[in-house]
């Protein structure tokens, strides 16, 4: 049983570039949320997806936007990017909103 | 809003030795309560959960007792080994709720020396 995939792993982007980062659920998984790691702090919820809306969303800009497919696949879109988006992007996948998450090993972006 | 206060890292100890990760949260209403654990170079691990008061959370020789009465969900473990060196996050959600973001403490190094 495959669990919560993210891809790419690593990227490297130059400031005011867009980037997508794209997100497999575990296998029976219908919700998708993301979350920004920045270096030595804990994760922080971007936005959650489901049924293929977006139900909640952190305290992000709306530089951050992204989308979730039939198949429940993910994707972060971030715009307009700054230094300060130089993090690791989790994702993290969970049954009907109410279940627990599994979380992806996560795509680190370094904008320079 | 709600939030979590871990303590602070790095935490350093000799093999054997007994842990203790300080954790306290604040919440509107009656959360879950979660340790994660993230090594280096691998994404973030459930270790332990518990989803109400009195409920101990265990795993990997790790507990955790949730307790409403000081807002508390501290991790323990009798005796560390170098393997058990990561980033521990505790964390809270609103389980049951359409709303089930997870919200986490900044986290706490900790180092275990041979």
Redesign the interface.
């Given at each position: 049983d495959a669990g919560v995939t993210q891809s790419p792993t690593h990227l490297i982007k130059t400031r005011g570039q867009q980037v997508t980062l794209r997100c497999s659920p575990k296998s029976g998984h219908d919700t998708v949320?993301w979350?920004q790691q920045a270096l030595?702090?804990?994760?922080?919820?971007i936005f959650?997806y489901?049924e293929e809306e977006e139900?909640?969303r952190?305290n992000f800009p709306d530089r951050f936007s992204g989308h979730q497919f039939p198949n429940y696949s993910s994707e972060l879109n971030v715009n307009a990017l700054l230094l300060g988006d130089s993090a690791l992007y989790?994702c993290?996948s969970?049954f009907r909103?109410?279940?627990?998450?599994?979380?992806?090993?996560?795509t680190r972006l370094t904008v320079t | 809003g709600d939030s979590v206060t871990q303590m602070e890292g790095p935490v350093t100890l000799s093999e054997e030795a007994f842990l203790t990760i300080n954790c306290t949260y604040t919440a509107t209403g009656y959360p879950s309560l979660f340790w994660y654990v993230q090594y280096p170079g691998e994404g973030l691990q459930l270790l332990l959960k518990a989803t109400k008061a009195d409920d101990k959370g265990s795993n990997k020789g790790f507990e955790a007792t949730y307790r409403k009465e000081t807002t508390s969900f501290h991790l323990e473990k009798g005796s560390v080994q170098v393997s058990d060196s990561a980033v521990y996050f505790c964390a809270l959600s609103e389980e049951g709720r359409r709303d089930d973001k997870i919200i986490f403490g900044k986290g706490t190094r900790l180092h275990i020396l041979p």
């Open positions: 949320s979350y030595g702090q804990g994760p922080q919820f959650q489901y139900r909640q952190g989790l993290a969970s909103q109410t279940y627990e998450q599994y979380f992806g090993p996560g | -």
